[in-house]
């Protein structure tokens, strides 16, 4: 049986993994590393916790303890959040287990942040693997005994992963996608671009829906039956069913992909598709909703926003404005580094320290 410890175990992808453990799984959490945030949601991931077995602590120190740990999950946010998390538990690991580790990372990060974790990981004599997940909170609920339960991209160290796939499958659906430690957030990152997309075309079909037979109006019964039957056809996409038809059927525009993760997701997307050589057609439509994420942001600074969110601002009536904010903020520049700097400059400030979109070795050992 593993002995795991966890960080970002509270969060809505993680927490779950309190209730899918039981006793005869093949791993069991001894610590999860509690910041004391209040909310209800974390309340009851924090009884599911405790019921499974494992201490709430509330420093990386804690959570390591005597070392007498496998490894350590860490499922919490992007390239900047991540970075000093993952040092600090490396340098934790390597002092106190005596048998080697292992960190197995489930945030969604770029491609050049697991290279050069695990360049960092590797020096300091721990295993590194990066497994980001899709499906969202409610695929991270079902688990790996539904067929809708969330997926897990693996890749890197095969043995590692032969060792930890007993387990992943009691959290969810795994693939392993090779050796390559990168190929996991290649492979999340290629799904963005099918879900950014989607949201895209989704959102733009509502707004056309909204001018040519609402009045301009968004939502509503008839709209809803509308897509509901429309999106049946060729041009069908999925973020239809997950995304938009909450805002359209019940004016939900906050619950789903919250705006805040999905901004900075776009933005690794559009640097993978130009770090592999893909023209500017398949890049821009990655800088264009980095752009109308940004400054769906800005104009509702205090509320919680979903990606499916931008329709509301591509109907006429406000398309005049968001086509000032992505001129003024550059998005149509004439190379896709200036819009990539145009577009985190363009990000609320707290956003734009998540992003930290080129990552080398030096910054884990900062």
């Given at each position: ?8 175990g ?6 779950p ?7 005869d ?21 924090r ?9 709430l602590?509330s ?12 490894g ?19 340098r934790?690991l390597q ?7 292992f960190?197995m990372?489930?945030?969604t ?21 990066n ?12 688990g ?15 043995g ?14 795994p ?15 290629i799904?963005?671009?099918l879900?950014f ?12 829906y ?10 509503g ?11 049946g056809?060729a041009?069908?996409t999925r ?9 359209v059927?019940?004016?939900d ?14 933005i690794?997307a ?8 893909l023209?500017?057609?398949s890049?821009?439509?990655m800088?264009?909703?980095t ?5 769906v942001?800005?104009?509702y600074?205090q ?5 499916h ?9 406000a398309a005049g ?13 004439p190379?896709?580094d200036t819009?990539?700097t ?11 320290q ?10 884990f050992?900062?």
């Amino acid at each position: 049986m593993l002995r795991l410890a966890y960080v970002g175990g509270l969060g809505l992808m993680a927490g779950p993994a309190g209730t899918h453990l039981k006793p005869d799984s093949p791993a069991r959490v001894l610590r999860v590393h509690d910041r004391g945030t209040p909310g209800t949601q974390k309340d009851a991931f924090r009884t599911a916790w405790k019921a499974h077995g494992a201490e709430l602590v509330s420093t990386f120190d804690a959570t390591i303890g005597d070392g007498k740990l496998d490894g350590v999950v860490v499922c919490c946010g992007k390239n900047g959040d991540d970075v000093g998390i993952i040092a600090e538990l490396a340098r934790l690991l390597q002092a106190r287990c005596e048998a080697p580790s292992f960190i197995m990372h489930m945030s969604t990060v770029s491609a050049g942040f697991t290279n050069a974790a695990l360049q960092f990981c590797h020096s300091l004599g721990v295993g590194y693997v990066n497994y980001p997940l899709t499906g969202g909170p409610l695929g991270a609920q079902l688990g790996g005994g539904h067929p809708n339960g969330m997926l897990i991209l693996a890749s890197g160290d095969q043995g590692l992963y032969e060792r930890l796939e007993p387990t992943l499958k009691v959290l969810g659906r795994p693939k392993y996608f090779g050796a390559s430690v990168s190929a996991g957030a290649e492979t999340k990152l290629i799904g963005q671009h099918l879900v950014f997309n989607g949201c895209t075309g989704i959102c733009s079909g509502a707004a056309l829906y909204a001018e040519c037979f609402a009045d301009g109006a968004m939502g509503g019964p008839q709209q809803a039956e509308y897509f509901d039957f429309l999106n049946g056809g060729a041009g069908g996409t999925r973020q239809w069913d997950v995304a938009l038809s909450k805002g359209v059927k019940d004016d939900d525009w906050g619950s789903g992909f919250n705006i805040r993760h999905a901004v900075v997701d776009a933005i690794y997307a559009a640097k993978l598709a130009q770090e592999r050589g893909l023209p500017r057609f398949s890049i821009q439509p990655m800088l264009n909703i980095t752009l109308a994420f940004t400054f769906v942001l800005r104009k509702y600074p205090q509320v919680s926003v979903a990606t499916h969110a931008i329709a509301r601002e591509l109907v006429a009536s406000a398309a005049g404005e968001l086509d000032a904010f992505m001129s003024e903020h550059g998005v149509y520049g004439p190379t896709v580094d200036t819009c990539l700097t145009n577009g985190i400059a363009a990000l609320p400030s707290d956003v734009q320290q998540t992003v930290l979109l080129n990552v080398g070795t030096a910054d884990f050992a900062a």
